[in-house]
């Protein structure tokens, strides 16, 4: 994919991410997601996402990554 974007004139930037994971999560397992934004800069945003078993209330991972504002871009229409 990167050397696709590289012949149409497009380049793209690094994102940061970090999971921990608490339990693991069986087939059939009803999950809920729960995202939230912790950090608006000038140039990137933090997330988190929590992902949790419904059934016993128990959250199962948490991630947080940090994107930049421009993840992509088109250097010909730029």
């Avoid at 994102?15 to 800069?41: C, P, T, Y």
């Avoid at 947080?64 to 993840?71: C, K, Q, S, Y």
């Amino acid at each position: 994919m990167r050397r696709s974007w590289q012949t149409k004139g497009r380049d793209g930037a690094a994102v940061q991410r970090n999971i921990s994971h608490k339990h693991e999560l069986l087939a059939g397992d009803i999950v809920k997601v729960r995202s939230r934004m912790l950090e608006l800069r000038e140039k990137s945003l933090r997330f988190a996402h929590d992902i949790g078993n419904v059934l016993s209330r128990s959250w199962r991972a948490k991630a947080n990554r940090a994107v930049p504002l421009t993840v992509a871009w088109d250097w010909h229409s730029r």
